[in-house]
């Protein structure tokens, strides 16, 4: 099994930054081995996905809303993943939820939030006007 812990929300001004962090840990092998993403969900709306990194961190997705506004990075050494957020919208306010797969994912996939095996608790993050 593999746990994975988000921190980071909390509650922030529109055009305000965030930066979440999600640690993992558990079984015998590192960070390193898993394919990681994050996703939110707002109330009363579907899991969607915000972006993806790959085992090495050379190669990231976004979700076209959020494109030059945020970026994924790993910390492979510390098994922990990031999610810089810039210039937050109010429509952005959701649970952020960290995810995790061991096995290949690809391009065509990565954004179903049904090919990963690990979650996160999520952390809360509100955008105010």
């Known amino acids: 099994q593999v746990q994975l812990v988000e921190s980071g929300g909390g509650l922030v001004q529109a055009g305000g930054t965030l930066r979440l962090s999600c640690a993992a840990s558990?079984?015998?092998?590192?960070?390193?081995?898993?394919?990681l993403a994050w996703f939110r969900q707002a109330p009363g709306k579907e899991r969607e996905s915000v972006a993806f990194?790959?085992?090495?961190?050379?190669?990231?997705y976004y979700a076209d809303s959020v494109k030059g506004r945020f970026t994924i990075s790993r910390d492979n050494a510390k098994n922990t993943v990031f999610l810089q957020m810039n210039s937050l919208r109010t429509g952005e306010t959701a649970v952020y939820y960290c995810?995790?797969?061991?096995?290949?994912?690809?391009?065509?996939?990565?954004?179903?939030?049904?090919?990963?095996?690990?979650w996160g608790q999520g952390t809360q993050v509100t955008v105010s006007s």
């Open positions: 995810a995790a797969r061991e096995q290949f994912i690809s391009d065509s996939t990565w954004y179903r939030a049904v090919e990963y095996d690990y």
């Open positions: 558990g079984r015998t092998f590192s960070n390193s081995n898993l394919f």
């Open positions: 990194i790959n085992r090495g961190g050379g190669l990231t």
